[in-house]
């Protein structure tokens, strides 16, 4: 029934056209599957007519070959728990097909390492097909059909793996055949060993049956016309390199031309959509960058707003939007990720009820951490991640208040669902309920065998910095709910006070569960947490208590800050040192919390303008601003912030090194060095790197460089400079599209979307990735179909860190 009503509510609203603050979008379709959802009550449908996988089965197929001619299973192994056979049953071949069947549950306990025992499933079950050494290097993509009868399963999905290689997720539909392909041009196939289908067993939503079963048809070896890039600045043959969902009427219009016979006075057309008329024209450049040559074609000067397409030869892109709204659609969409992300609640089509008996304990206490949002493909948690999330959340609601009144008003309801989490997590005494990993459902039974009360419990400093300024942002933003205004009040001084008795017993310090992505977090960005907490405080109740402690703990920061500058020829300056040491500079690897240094001294001066350090505070952002500027260059003529400044010998301050690095290898200093070394040198001893220097699963550059794009646009909104506002828009146009894959890393929004690592809840509208990373040691963006933890994981983290951008 509430539905139903929401349903008519949203319909009489959308028959008053003329108010602004009842529009939804200007996309006809997304506002009929809005109105479909009860404005995101249930997920939004896929669209995935406008995918990588629809798009890569268009490409020409030259030539195939069966995997194997044997018959039934011949050739074929069954490991772990479960069975394989031939069936009659489906075969889209006419021939058969494989049967793999295996539990949903087993009746054991999941059990996982002893250093996590809860980061677990019920085991695995594996078909492994022997190749015995073939040569596989004249194809380069294995297709196949899988028809998934699972019974009340309504997320499906399944592992495709090469012998020591990772795995590759397929999300399936369940009951009909999937016709899936995997790209293997990256992989070593002249000796090819063993290729497997497999799935880990991690127990049971309400609807879940008790077996799973697949059926896997007409498995071939193909090699196709024009295959994707994986790795490298230069996209692929015969491509537009754009952002697929459009430009900003203000600012810089280009897109990069790889298209055939293209050369420096080719002539492109931009044509309007509907009409297919050209509306400008142009001839390609030629723009030489530190990445190599390229031609471009810029169609800056022509600001109307509409629907267009780029035309360069015969290939012409799919329509994209020039305006001043063209983001209001992706909020709709990563809005829909993070509400399918949540936890403890039913989400239509995904699961029920989940995790209730899963528990914090402490001081004899006990609380369900069923709530907030699953923090990425798997079903963990961090409290911290959805304080950052819920933040983010309100930012976009307090921007679009007075611009778009539902969207605006469905943002706070989501974030107050974040809030609660936040809250409910609270012991009353400093501690708080702070993360736990795990990869199973739950049956929701207190007394059961799989009930889980490991979730983390911590006091820290740091954490309660920032709950008390989330806190305290809440409650200047949450209006119409008074009491919860006050309650808000009260706690977010009270975390402050928790925060700032630790902070003055331990310092900095204390990050001891390095699975919490504020493990990395430096001692200048810890300071200037302070500072920004302090400032939200001031800002919240107008106490000089908190006024004082902003202004004297941003000093520690300001001390961190390079002014001086390098020995190169541009005079680098302006990024921050992890400490007054200087042994290392701040960088980010994979959650990123780099804005707050400009969100703290910009908070400074809009709280205290006549204090006799405003002049410090300002030429901070100043110099930084001028660093973001410098950094541009660097990953020309794409838009994408550099990683920035390294010195060869960080490595070497071991302590930062480690919390930086989470699970390196043995050699990881001589690494360092060596990745390094593949940036641009400015001097004798420091480097830009385009992506970060990293090791380990935990990897991908989606919330770094959103992160230093959000703290661009502070600059530009502070010094009013249209420069670094677009370096912010920069970052947008990157995510959708314009890198050198031509891939939007939003799902549903543009064109060219792949599908994401999600096993836990599927694909779904509006997800996004911790995001491309580099290939090995080198310095060049890696992106491969190959779809696995972590950089292809879904992850609510860069939704957030989208959303921030968005209100900035």
């Given at each position: ?224 016309e024009d295959p994707e890039p994986v790795s490298g600045w230069k996209p692929g043959r ?264 630790r902070h003055k017993e331990t310092g900095y310090g204390e990050f001891i569960h390095l ?97 006799p350090d405003y002049g410090k505070w300002a030429e901070s952002i100043r110099l930084y ?184």
């Open positions: 029934m509430k539905t139903k009503l929401i349903i008519l509510f949203i319909a009489a609203c959308l028959c008053r056209t003329a108010d602004a603050q009842i529009r939804l979008t200007q996309d006809p379709e997304l506002e009929k599957a809005l109105v479909g959802t009860g404005l995101i009550h249930s997920p939004l449908p896929l669209d995935v007519s406008k995918s990588f996988e629809a798009n890569g089965l268009q490409k020409k197929v030259l030539y195939s070959e069966p995997l194997s001619r044997k018959k039934g299973v011949d050739g074929w192994s069954h490991g772990g728990l479960g069975t394989l056979s031939f069936s009659d049953e489906r075969s889209v071949s006419g021939q058969g097909s494989l049967k793999m069947a295996f539990p949903t549950i087993t009746g054991k306990r999941a059990q996982g390492h002893s250093s996590d025992p809860d980061y677990a499933t019920y085991g695995n079950s594996r078909i492994s097909f022997d190749v015995n050494g073939a040569n596989w290097e004249k194809y380069n993509r294995i297709a196949f059909y899988i028809y998934p009868d699972c019974d009340g399963a309504r997320v499906v999905n399944l592992n495709l793996s090469f012998e020591n290689s990772a795995s590759h997720l397929i999300n399936l539909v369940n009951r009909q055949w999937n016709q899936c392909f995997l790209s293997i041009d990256e992989f070593q196939r002249d000796n090819v060993k063993q290729i497997s289908f497999s799935c880990s067993i991690k127990g049971k939503d309400r609807t879940t049956g008790d077996e799973s079963v697949f059926y896997i048809d007409k498995i071939e070896l193909q090699q196709i015969n491509k537009i390199i754009y952002p697929t969902t459009g430009y900003m009427t203000s600012g810089t219009k280009s897109a990069i031309i790889t298209v055939d016979g293209s050369a420096d006075g080719t002539p492109f057309d931009l044509l309007e959509a509907a009409t297919a008329t050209t509306v400008y024209s142009d001839k390609l450049t030629t723009t030489s960058t530190t990445l190599g040559d390229f031609y471009l074609a810029d169609f800056t000067p022509y600001n109307k707003s509409g629907e267009y397409k780029l035309k360069v030869g015969s290939v012409e892109t799919p329509c994209f939007i020039i305006g001043d709204n063209i983001w209001e659609n992706s909020l709709w969409r990563t809005l829909n990720f993070i509400f399918c992300q949540r936890c403890g609640y039913p989400v239509p089509g995904i699961h029920g009820t989940c995790h209730t008996d899963l528990h914090s304990k402490h001081d004899g206490k006990t609380i369900s951490y069923a709530g907030g949002w699953h923090d990425a493909g798997d079903l963990s948690q961090q409290t911290l991640q959805t304080g950052d999330v819920t933040f983010a959340l309100l930012e976009a609601y307090n921007k679009l208040k007075d611009k778009n009144g539902l969207l605006a008003a469905r943002l706070l309801e989501e974030a107050e669902w974040g809030l609660e989490f936040i809250l409910k997590n609270r012991y009353g005494d400093g501690y708080r309920a702070s993360s736990v990993g795990l990869l199973i459902w739950l049956d929701n039974v207190l007394g059961t065998q799989d009930d889980i009360s490991s979730v983390r419990v911590q006091n820290l400093s740091f954490d309660n910095f920032l709950y008390s300024a989330y806190e305290a942002y809440a409650a200047m933003s949450m209006e119409r709910d008074p009491a919860m205004q006050e309650y808000l009040r009260k706690i977010a001084r009270d975390d402050f006070d928790f925060a700032m008795k699975y919490e992505h504020s493990y990395n977090t430096s001692e200048s960005q810890y300071m200037a947490t302070i500072s920004w907490a302090a400032g939200m405080l001031y800002k919240l109740t107008k106490d000089p208590y908190y006024a004082r402690i902003a202004a004297e703990t941003i000093r520690f920061t300001l001390d961190c800050q390079r002014k001086e500058p390098l020995n190169d020829r541009d005079g680098t300056k302006g990024f921050f040192y992890r400490d007054k040491s200087r042994k290392s500079i701040v960088h980010y690897i994979h959650q990123s919390r780099e804005q707050v240094y400009m969100q703290a001294m910009t908070l400074l001066c809009e709280t205290q303008p006549e204090h601003g001028d660093y973001l500027k410098s950094l541009m260059k660097y990953t020309a003529p794409y838009g994408m912030i550099a990683s920035g400044v390294y010195h060869i010998d960080e490595h070497q301050d071991s302590v930062a090194f480690y919390h930086l690095h989470l699970f390196p290898p043995s050699n990881a200093k001589e690494q360092y060095v060596e990745q390094v070394k593949k940036g641009v040198q400015l001097d004798n001893e420091h480097f830009i790197k385009r992506f970060p220097v990293w090791f380990s699963i935990f990897n991908g550059n989606t919330a770094v460089h959103l992160s230093m794009g959000k703290a661009a646009a502070i600059c530009g909104n502070f010094l009013k400079d249209e420069e670094l506002l677009h370096i912010g828009r920069e970052q947008m146009y990157w995510t959708v599209g314009k890198n050198p894959f031509g891939q939007s890393l939003i799902y549903g929004e543009g064109y060219n979307y792949p599908q994401m690592d999600s096993f836990s809840s599927g694909e779904m509208v509006g997800e996004m990735p911790v995001g491309i990373r580099s290939l090995g040691n080198e310095d060049v963006p890696y992106w491969p179909q190959t779809n696995n933890a972590c950089y292809k994981e879904v992850w609510v983290t860069s939704a957030g860190k989208w959303l921030s951008l968005m209100a900035e």
